[in-house]
């Protein structure tokens, strides 16, 4: 079988968790099927990439969609399935599917009507996402979501979907890749106490990761606590002010114990800041599984996580960490917001008061990835669902 899988990140280029996932999804597929990559942005190894430039100055999903189109003209004569990841590529994928009159399987790595806040971002190049994610969905031989939240909130965005073609393939972690690593020389070089409690965060400046309810529940903390934040990429000049004016805040009362990376940190200086962590904190309004909790878990850090999405079957509550309930029907609710942030503060005093319970959840939520969280198991429940796609495909063919 020969597949190709359609994305817009890939190595060098990756910034979420859907390019983590196929980062590490495509070796392991190698071991049973040939793949190629289809990507966008730059010239890289690995991979044919698409520059998302086209047509020159429109909106940047337009942009998208001419690149989707240079994706299906690009794919290799002899092929099997498609494979696309994130609404950016799900169009490349639906249209290669009808053009070469073959199977097209979409893995969910998030939903778009469960993102309204991304019209800040694309302005009316969301009513374009929503339209391609939909299409391809219903379209598709074959859906995998991320978890069984996952799946039940495609089941629900997505009424016209037929349930025969819905699986469950959950993210993995690469435990060779994260794991507990003693040194600490770029914490040295930011000036982390060691000896002292630390809180850290992981992501980009979005809505979605919940980093400004982090930052004012973080007003809370025990005094001492260090927190760092290693958080990027804002995804609009409004998320990047709030979350600046909730910063200076922090900062005012907890001074030189605040520490914030702008930039993208390399691997293994995040390594480092997971492994030294006393609290990993996650506090998403929305996330279909999240990566990241198992990358801090897998480096032996115990993780303080709202229980939204799919983290529930990520963060095991009070074995690995502690969740924070989150209804997002009352995220409009300035009252509902500030109980939830002060409640996520207290689960953190709880563990930076008690280090040595969070090193028990830690210990336990490496463990947890090893068993349950393995890109080989993640990458042969992958080609069983090619296989159900292809049958899938030759049974509905008109």
Known sequence: MHVSILTREYPPSVYGGAGVHVAQLVP???????????????????????????????????????????????????????????WYANMAGHLAGLFRSIPHVVTAHSLEPLRPWKREQLGGGYE?????????????????????????DIARCYPDLDPAKLHV?????????????????????????????MVCFVGRITRQKGLVHLVRAAREFDKGTQILLLASSPDTPEIAAEFSRSLDALRAEHGSDVFWIEKMAPRDAVRQVY???????????????????????????????????????????????????????????????????HRFAARVNELTRDTARAARYGQAGRQRCIDHFSWEAIAAQTVAVYQAAQQYFEQHRA
């Open 275 to 341: 492994s030294h962590a006393t609290v990993f904190a996650c506090p998403s309004i929305y996330e279909p599984l999240g990566i990241v909790n198992l990358e801090a878990m897998a480096c032996e850090s115990a993780v303080v996580a709202s229980g939204v999405g799919g983290i529930p079957e990520v963060v095991d509550d009070s074995v690995t960490g502690l969740l924070v309930d989150y209804d997002p029907q009352y995220g409009d609710e300035q009252d509902y917001i500030a109980d939830f942030e």
């Open 28 to 86: 392991r597929l190698r071991e049973h099927v040939d793949v190629d990559v289809q990507c966008m942005g730059d010239p890289r190894d690995g991979a044919t990439a698409h520059p998302e430039s086209f047509p020159p100055g429109a909106n940047a999903a337009l942009r998208i969609l001419g690149t989707d189109l240079a994706m299906v003209a690009a794919l290799p004569s002899e092929l099997d399935l498609v494979h696309s990841h994130t």
């Open 169 to 197: 393939v959950r993210n993995g972690i690469d435990t060779q890749e994260f794991y507990p690593d003693s040194r600490h020389d770029f914490l040295d070089r930011i000036g982390i106490d060691l000896d002292r409690p």
């Open 128 to 152: 374009l996402s929503s339209w391609a994610e939909r299409t391809a969905y219903e379209g598709a031989s074959a859906v995998i979501a991320v978890s069984s939240a996952m799946a039940g």
